[in-house]
């Protein structure tokens, strides 16, 4: 085990992993005899920690001469298993993955109606964003409205001010599309040193759907809005703090603004604004407007308390970069990602997500030494428009430390920058819009940090 | 804007259809035209040129009344308080009211960043006061007390002098000496409409290098040792299988070329049949209700459970009032002030029941 630790080959975790507090509970099944596959399992934990060789291979023949998850079999092989719902019609997930929850970042909020769950992207797969693990962002707390009397408004510019139903807005023809939504404050807190442990709290402010609604362009067209000189729309929420925000006019004339009631096959969630959200694709979460209730076309931006005070760019010159929407191109690796154990040496797919709110993602790089060398990684199906991509690439790790990191370029030619090159430009007293390189630090125990490289 | 104007067309547009609604060709039946009445009820913005914005004024020291009632409970008597969110008030000069650009914003070294020392527009405080506030009522105060609020929050500023009296008269000249009215840009290519700027290049200008790009590596900040346990065990929020688990970051980190001595403890991995969804066995039917109270009528927006936030945390009042329930709900309802500190509570809204729940649970020691 010596020798192995010192090549940088660590021990695997054994299965069934036990704390102190469980230990004596086991050991008491261990030996009624109940379930040997734990008291093995233990015995094993405590021979790696004794020091042998064994548990340095991934996956080592018990020397009982076999795995006893293999030769005893389980309950679930010889048993009668669980009927179809009976009493609850809405699935959940396995309770093995409890662990995989949104979460709150210790300190970040004071009260937790103006504050941020994060998505953990370190567990999911491909690049829907499951409802129930969406992140979280209220402003003044979360409703669950009654659909039937939900309104919306159409105001401002246009022939005849509008009313419509939540019923009227379902009758019109509906659009589907997967887009990503991150909020402008979306690894904020990295921006002058790193800050937290893991890609949840450092990039978790992001996640993907499948929408589905009506073109916002329909409903201002309904309207007769005029839009020549009416160059922006107010959008405003039916919460408490009514949160309002400037669109382009643009964004909408070209179809891409939804007034969208469905995600993911079902309607949305209450925390992502059940049941009339706007989605503007590509630009900041905020601009999402959760619970809209009017929209207003007019011919000025509207100075709305979020894009006066916040969700600006503080520039090293004392200037504030007011009204910055997009999300530029940006990437990350999610396996493996800060806070996690790579449990031998050996192969490992390196994975991640790319976005960009310009448009496709074009090709993804990763370097795993710190950004000397680069491979090109493999972008997996579906690459769609303002929607998250997910990469994979093939990787043996040799025990020895590794930096991993990914670069992101989009169709326009962008290509994600370095934290170097993000704060010549913009200073390190921002919080909005980082979409600087990532780098995790792969060291010789297998456990990965969250560093910055010079 | 101009709901006022709005409501002459609309009304005028009706009369001259008589009943009949305009309704569009391509989707008949959907939508209605919006009454007058239900534009103005919705049509509350107020835009930088003053749009939108009501007839009507408030004095600084009407304003003082307001906040000492209303939000100095979130934002200090003063407006400083950062306890809740960022402070209002602070950080710009009267240097700054001439120039229109709040100078500490130019040092790296300022630590703060207040509202005032922000907003470049008057009528983005006017406007989300007048939707959003006080915070757990919001829209619930007048058009005199929106402006009054406004006028005194210039006032700790020293944007109005004591004696100002703010009206839709005189607001544009209260936008002439806001501190950081000249403190913006619109010079990116981060709006995505060709409104603002002809920038069109992006402001990185990375390339897509491939080999031998940059010298080594050098780590030049990773997360603090004291950081590693700050967010919980990591091993607790990570898969159980996968090709790595999470770090169990209640134990020291394993050094690499140590061996691993006999005594020590293998890294905690939750066994999840032996430890479910690590709930307090505790909670009852009972704690939940009293939970969802808490924030139903906003409680937790000034209360934690077990931290002083703007006021006492649940537990020490538990612990301080414990076993006096009748004491509790009398202020759990009415409010008070003086037992805790300056800050007073205000009178809440719930009913006489519901306030003995809470009050029941608090006397019973707050559980969670």
């Known amino acids: ?203 978790g402010m992001i996640s993907c759907s499948e929408f589905t609604g009506v073109p916002l362009i329909t409903l201002l067209e309904l309207a007769g809005a005029d839009l020549k000189k009416g160059k922006f729309v107010l959008a405003e929420g039916a919460d408490g703090s009514s949160m309002t925000r400037t669109i382009p006019m643009e964004l909408i004339t070209s179809g891409e603004v939804i007034v969208a009631y469905g995600q993911n096959g079902e309607m949305l969630r209450p925390e992502q604004g059940y049941p009339l959200r706007l989605v503007v694709p590509g630009v900041q979460g905020v601009s999402w407007v959760k619970y809209l209730r009017r929209i207003e076309v007019g011919d000025m931006p509207y100075a709305a308390k979020d894009e006066a005070v916040h969700y600006m760019d503080l520039m090293p010159s004392g200037l504030h970069r007011q009204y910055t929407n997009i999300q530029e191109c940006k990437s990350v690796v999610t396996t493996p990602s800060g806070g996690q154990v790579l449990l031998d040496k050996g192969f490992y797919n390196i994975s991640g997500l790319a976005w960009s709110g310009r448009g496709k993602v074009k090709q993804v790089d990763v370097s795993v030494d710190g950004g000397r060398n680069w491979r090109r990684a493999r972008l997996e199906n579906p690459v769609m428009s303002k929607a998250l991509t997910r990469f994979n690439i093939d990787w043996v790790w040799d025990g020895k430390p590794a930096i991993i990191q990914s670069r992101a370029t989009d169709d326009t030619g962008y290509v994600q920058p370095t934290y170097k090159q993000l704060r010549a430009v913009r200073g390190t007293r921002s919080i909005y819009h980082n979409n600087a390189i990532q780098s995790w630090l792969v060291q010789e125990s297998g456990e990965v940090k969250n560093v910055q490289v010079s | 804007m101009s709901r006022f104007l709005n409501a002459v067309l609309t009304a005028a547009l009706l009369a001259g259809a008589g009943v009949a609604q305009a309704q569009s060709a391509k989707y008949p039946g959907v939508g209605r035209d919006a009454t007058p009445k239900e534009v103005a009820a919705w049509d509350i913005d107020v835009r930088p040129d003053f749009k939108g914005l009501p007839v009507g004024s408030g004095s600084v020291a009407k304003g003082q009344d307001v906040w000492e009632g209303k939000c100095a409970h979130c934002h200090g008597i003063f407006g400083e308080s950062g306890e809740v969110f960022s402070p209002l008030v602070g950080g710009t000069t009267a240097e700054d009211i001439k120039t229109g650009r709040v100078a500490n914003l130019q040092r790296a070294d300022y630590p703060g960043r207040t509202t005032l020392m922000k907003v470049p527009t008057v009528s983005t405080l006017w406007d989300y006061i007048n939707r959003a506030m006080p915070w757990n009522a919001p829209k619930s105060l007048s058009t005199e007390e929106v402006y009054a609020v406004t006028a005194f929050l210039l006032n700790l500023g020293g944007i109005v002098p004591d ?56 780590v030049a900040s990773f997360l603090p040792d004291y950081a590693r346990n700050a967010h919980g065990n990591l091993a607790e929020q990570n898969r159980l299988v996968g090709a790595q688990h999470g770090a169990d970051t209640t134990q020291p ?55 002083k936030l703007v006021g006492p945390s649940f537990q020490d009042i538990a612990k301080k009032h414990a076993g006096k329930a009748d004491y509790l709900a009398g202020k759990v309802k009415n409010g008070g002030s003086g037992v805790w500190g300056p800050i007073p509570m205000p009178a809440q809204s719930l009913s006489e029941a519901e306030a003995k729940t809470i009050a029941a649970w608090l006397a019973a020691g707050a559980a969670k």
């Open chain 1, 1 to 203: 085990m010596q020798d192995n630790l010192s090549s940088g080959r660590i021990r695997k975790a054994p299965e069934n992993f036990l704390n102190r507090d469980e230990i004596q509970t086991v050991v008491a099944e261990a030996k009624q005899g109940r379930r040997n596959f734990i008291r093995n399992a233990f015995a094993a934990a405590a021979a790696g920690a004794a020091g042998t060789a064994a548990l340095a291979q991934g996956n080592p023949v018990p020397t009982e001469g076999g795995d006893p998850n293999i030769l005893k079999l389980p309950e679930h092989s010889t048993g009668l298993g669980q009927g179809v719902a009976v009493d609850d019609g809405y699935g959940k997930p396995s309770k093995f993955e409890s662990n995989v929850q949104r979460r709150q970042s210790p300190g970040l909020t004071q009260t937790t109606q103006a504050s941020v769950s994060f998505a953990p992207l370190q567990s999911l797969f491909g690049i829907v964003t499951p409802s129930g693990l969406h992140f979280e962002r209220h402003h003044q707390g979360w409703w669950d409205i009654d659909p039937s009397k939900h309104r919306l408004m159409v105001n401002g510019m246009v022939k005849a001010n509008k009313v419509f139903t939540m019923d009227e807005i379902m009758r019109l023809p509906a659009v589907s599309r997967f887009h990503f939504i991150e909020c402008g404050a979306n690894t904020a807190v990295e921006w002058g040193n790193v800050a937290v442990p893991t890609v949840q709290y450092t990039h």
């Open chain 2, 163 to 218: 004696n100002f009296v703010m009206s839709d008269k005189n607001i544009a000249e209260v936008q002439a000496r806001m501190p950081n009215r000249n403190g913006m840009t619109r010079e990116h290519n981060m709006w995505p409409g060709p409104e603002f700027s002809k920038v069109r290049k992006a402001d990185t200008n990375n390339v897509a290098c491939m080999k031998d790009c940059v010298p080594e590596a050098k």
């Open chain 2, 253 to 307: 980190e394993r050094k690499a070329g140590v061996a691993a001595s006999a005594t020590e403890t293998p890294a905690a991995k939750p066994a999840p049949a032996a430890k479910p969804a690590a709930k307090p066995a505790a909670a009852g039917g009972d704690n939940k209700a009293v939970l969802a109270l808490l924030s139903k009528y906003s409680c937790t927006a000034c209360h934690a459970m077990d931290k």
